[in-house]
Structures are given as C-alpha cells and as structure tokens.
C-alpha cells in the first residue's frame, strides 16, 4: 500500500528546475532511500512531503505529491497538521538547549492541548522507549539534552518527533554527523521504527542505502532516473546512468 505518491512532480528555485516530472509510489512501513550525487534533488523532494519548500523564496511547484490520497500541495493545506503527520531528521542533531524531559514534550506543548502531568510523562516514557533510550536516561530527565553524545541526540531528535504521533519519518542524512558504531546503532533504530512508521531516507552513503532501505531510488540533474527494490537496484540496475553511479563511475 502506498504512503506517498508523486505524479508529475516539478519544482523550481526561480528559473532553476531542481524536480523534473517526479513518478513515484512510497510504501507504507517500509524504507526508501533516496540516492545521488549532491545538488540532484533528492533533499528537495524530501522536503516537498513537510512542505519545507514552502519557507524559500522564489519556489515554484507543479504536479501532486499525495499522503493517504490527499493532495498536500492543493490550497488550504493544513501545513500545521502536516508537519505534525510528517516528522523530520536532520543531518545535524538539533536539541533545544533544555531538559531531555522538555525537548520530548516540547511539540505536545506548543500544540496547545491541555495535557496532564502524568500524560506528558507518559509520552517521554513511550517516546524514549520507541527510540531505545529509556532504561539509559530515565534517571536524567532534568538533565540537559546538550550534554548527549552526537548519536543521542539524533535518538532524542526521533523521540522529539514520536512525541506528536507521526504517521512518516523523513530522513535527511541522519548519519553524517556520526562514527560508524553510532551509524550502525541508528540504523538498527530506523529497522524497529519502521514497524509503525513510513521512513524515506536522503543519504550519500550507498553502502548504508544497501543496508538498510526496502526499496531505493536513483536521482540525476532532478530527474527520478530508477525506483526500484533495494536489492533489484543495486544488483542490476536497469537505467545505465544508475549503474555508472553505483560503480562509481559517476558522481
């Protein structure tokens, strides 16, 4: 079953396209990763499913990019309610300067809801166990979530976002800021979350693509050049351009 959908999907920074007529079909509770050399387009595409394209001047967009069939880019959009359904990580952790307690219950706060203390410590609780971090930090809540190690933060980042109850995870090179332990570690997250969330993945790293992603997608010049199953993709490419890159012969 299909979580996303792009149907001639076009976006441009003022005169320059950066998506050009993008098919695509993410399924649900699996994880897609999207690939290709810097300035392709792959960032761009991920940031039209939260509307983040939105806050740039000058940007342009044609077509339809579908989450459980309705059309996020039509008029009226709830973009609030969007970003609430639609999570995103970024390269760099990014902490609020507070509490580990307070960066959990931070999105729960500002939505306005009135919630019970013993609500918003069951939300820390269930959002620090989805991302393995409970039985490690539940003596330190109060603590500051800055004094975390880099791949901590990235957890506490997810946790952040399971707070709100998404329904898709966007990725955008979740890893790079990481050693290899604490990839390894992440990526072993993104295998449990995926049991309840949809995760699509921007990242360089083909070797990580391989390794953790269901189903991968190859972007060029902002052209979707191949989508396929992981496994397809990488052992025989269909697209030549896709085979150049994944041998290195490209990018």
């Given at each position: 079953?299909?979580?996303?959908?792009?149907?001639?999907?076009?976006?441009?920074?003022?005169?320059?396209?950066?998506?050009?007529?993008?098919n695509?079909?993410?399924?649900?509770?699996?994880?897609?990763?999207?690939?290709?050399?810097?300035?392709?387009?792959?960032?761009?595409?991920?940031?039209?499913?939260?509307?983040?394209?939105?806050?740039?001047?000058?940007?342009?967009?044609?077509?339809?990019?579908?989450?459980?069939?309705?059309?996020?880019?039509?008029?009226?959009?709830?973009?609030?309610?969007?970003?609430?359904?639609?999570?995103?990580v970024?390269?760099?952790?990014?902490?609020?300067?507070?509490?580990?307690?307070?960066?959990?219950?931070?999105?729960?706060?500002?939505?306005?809801?009135?919630?019970?203390?013993?609500?918003?410590?069951?939300?820390?609780?269930?959002?620090?166990?989805?991302?393995?971090?409970?039985?490690?930090?539940?003596?330190?809540?109060?603590?500051?979530?800055?004094?975390?190690?880099?791949?901590?933060?990235?957890?506490?980042?997810?946790?952040?976002?399971?707070?709100?109850?998404?329904?898709?995870?966007?990725?955008?090179?979740?890893?790079?800021?990481?050693?290899?332990?604490?990839?390894?570690?992440?990526?072993?997250?993104?295998?449990e979350?995926?049991?309840?969330?949809?995760?699509?993945?921007?990242?360089?790293?083909m070797?990580?693509?391989?390794?953790?992603?269901?189903?991968?997608?190859?972007?060029?010049?902002?052209?979707?050049?191949?989508f396929?199953?992981?496994?397809?993709?990488?052992?025989?490419?269909?697209?030549?351009?896709?085979?150049?890159?994944?041998?290195?012969?490209?990018?």
């Amino acid at each position: 079953m299909s979580k996303i959908i792009t149907k001639n999907l076009d976006l441009w920074y003022g005169s320059f396209q950066a998506l050009k007529s993008v098919n695509a079909a993410f399924e649900a509770n699996r994880i897609t990763a999207m690939i290709g050399p810097s300035g392709c387009g792959k960032s761009t595409l991920l940031r039209v499913f939260n509307r983040m394209n939105d806050l740039i001047d000058g940007v342009r967009i044609g077509g339809e990019a579908l989450i459980d069939d309705l059309d996020i880019l039509a008029p009226g959009t709830d973009l609030v309610a969007l970003r609430k359904k639609v999570g995103m990580v970024f390269q760099r952790p990014n902490p609020f300067p507070l509490s580990i307690y307070e960066n959990i219950v931070f999105g729960v706060r500002i939505r306005g809801a009135r919630v019970s203390c013993g609500d918003l410590d069951a939300i820390v609780e269930s959002s620090l166990r989805g991302v393995l971090l409970w039985d490690e930090l539940k003596d330190s809540l109060r603590s500051s979530a800055l004094r975390l190690s880099l791949e901590k933060q990235q957890r506490l980042c997810i946790a952040r976002l399971l707070a709100v109850k998404p329904d898709v995870l966007l990725m955008d090179e979740p890893c790079s800021a990481l050693d290899p332990q604490a990839t390894a570690r992440i990526e072993e997250l993104m295998r449990e979350l995926k049991r309840n969330y949809t995760i699509v993945i921007v990242t360089h790293n083909m070797q990580q693509a391989a390794r953790v992603s269901d189903d991968t997608g190859f972007m060029l010049l902002g052209e979707l050049v191949e989508f396929d199953r992981t496994d397809r993709l990488f052992a025989s490419p269909r697209d030549k351009r896709t085979e150049d890159y994944i041998t290195g012969r490209y990018g």
